[in-house]
């Protein structure tokens, strides 16, 4: 089976851009989560899609913004982009049908926001 | 949200020694998880382990969810141990991540 993709693997934007990332989950997998990474925070949680309804969300901005579609890809969105926006942006695909389960986590996105 | 502490944050082994890497939480928990970054970024998943025992070659992890710790045993460390470890945990619907163990194994 293949494994999580995402798109693309690195990203440089200006600050006050916008831009959207893309995951592609496991086959079957139906739950899609977004989780940030920088040296400062450590990993955090931005939101999580089942059935392409946001499920769970985690304490960001409303700058930071996804969806899902009915094939379970995942897009996140970041407007208004700052440089403290510049990031790894990884995403997870479990098969959880009503409560977390076994996450497997893509390769990420490296966002850098001069 | 839960709260989670990882420790040692930093942890120099020479090769071949074992280690004990050690995640606490202060809620109960439904589900917790062990990866370990590789240096692109990768999060390579180790266990599923809400509780109980596992072990994968050189690996294992007991997580005693009543008392809401899980630890990580690395066995014989090879230089390709080197990298950081995450717990992952979710419970009370929320999902947190540990702030890692750095792990630098030298030969």
């Known amino acids: 089976k293949a494994g999580v993709t995402q798109t693309p693997r690195y990203l440089i934007k200006t600050r006050g851009q916008q831009v959207t990332l893309s995951c592609s989950p496991i086959?079957?997998?139906?739950?899609v989560s977004w989780y940030q990474q920088t040296p400062g925070q450590g990993l955090q949680f931005l939101f999580e899609?089942?059935?392409?309804?946001?499920?769970n969300k985690g304490n960001f901005p409303g700058r930071f913004s996804g969806r899902q579609f009915s094939n379970s890809r995942s897009e996140m969105n970041v407007s208004t982009l700052e440089l403290g926006d510049s990031a790894l942006y990884l995403c997870?695909?479990?098969?959880?049908?009503?409560?977390?389960?076994?996450?497997?986590f893509g390769p990420g996105t490296r966002l850098t926001v001069l | 949200g839960i709260q989670v502490e990882q420790s040692p944050p930093d942890l120099i082994l020479q090769e071949g020694a074992n280690s004990t890497l050690r995640c606490n939480f202060s809620?109960?928990?439904?589900?917790l998880q062990w990866f370990h970054q590789n240096p692109w970024g990768q999060l390579i998943n180790l266990f599923y382990?809400?509780?109980g025992t596992k072990q994968n070659g050189r690996l294992s992890a007991t997580t005693v969810a009543t008392e809401r710790y899980s630890l990580l045993y690395i066995s014989s460390s090879q230089t390709t141990d080197s990298g950081v470890y995450f717990c992952?945990?979710?419970?009370?619907?929320?999902?947190?991540f540990g702030k890692g163990n750095q792990v630098v194994v030298i030969p």
């Open positions: 997870a695909s479990s098969s959880a049908t009503s409560v977390y389960n076994e996450q497997f």
């Open positions: 086959s079957g997998h139906r739950s």
């Open positions: 899609y089942f059935s392409e309804t946001q499920r």
């Open positions: 809620d109960s928990v439904n589900n």
């Open positions: 382990i809400p509780s």
């Open positions: 992952l945990l979710y419970g009370n619907n929320r999902l947190a």
